[in-house]
C-alpha cells in the first residue's frame, strides 16, 4: 500500500525545505555528484550562484525560483556535472542540463572568468 499527502501537507514539506534553502548558495561541481547530499562534494568547484530573490511560497507541493536567472561568475573552467544547493547545514543534490535537469544552467560547458545563469530550479513534493 503507498502513503498518499494531501496537497497542503505537501505545501508545508515544501515551504519547510524552502524555509532552510530558499536563499541558499548553488555550487556548480565537474564530475558525478557523490551517494547522497550528507557526503563531501565530489569534483571541481566551477561556479557558485547565490539565490537572491529566493523562492515561491508552495503552490501544489511545488516551489521555484522567485525571479530568474540567477547568476554567477564561473571560478573555474570544465563541464558541469551536478549542483548541489546550500544553505547552513542542509543540502539538496540534482542533476545540471541546459533544459530538463534538475538545475537547469544557461551552459554546461563553464569557462572561468565567464557567466553562469541558473534559469530553472524547483522543489517538488509528490503526493506519493
Known amino acids: 500500500m503507498t502513503i498518499k499527502l494531501d496537497t497542503s501537507i505537501r505545501n508545508a514539506i515544501v515551504d519547510e525545505i524552502v524555509t532552510n534553502l530558499g536563499s541558499g548558495d548553488v555550487k556548480i561541481y ?3 555528484q557523490p551517494a547522497d547530499p550528507d557526503s563531501a562534494a565530489t569534483g571541481t568547484l566551477l561556479c557558485t550562484i547565490s539565490i537572491s530573490s529566493g523562492m515561491t511560497s508552495a503552490s ?3 516551489s521555484s525560483l522567485t525571479s530568474a536567472p540567477e547568476s554567477g561568475t564561473a571560478n573555474a573552467t570544465g563541464t558541469a556535472g551536478w549542483a548541489r544547493l546550500i ?3 542542509y543540502n539538496i543534490d540534482g542533476s545540471v542540463a541546459t533544459s ?3 538545475f537547469t544552467i544557461n551552459t ?3 569557462v572561468s572568468g565567464g557567466s553562469v545563469s541558473l534559469t530553472a530550479f524547483s522543489i ?3 503526493a506519493s
Open 60 to 62: 501544489s507541493g511545488s
Open 87 to 89: 544553505s547552513g547545514g
Open 108 to 110: 554546461l560547458s563553464i
Open 30 to 32: 565537474t564530475g558525478t
Open 124 to 126: 517538488n513534493q509528490a
Open 100 to 102: 530538463g535537469g534538475d
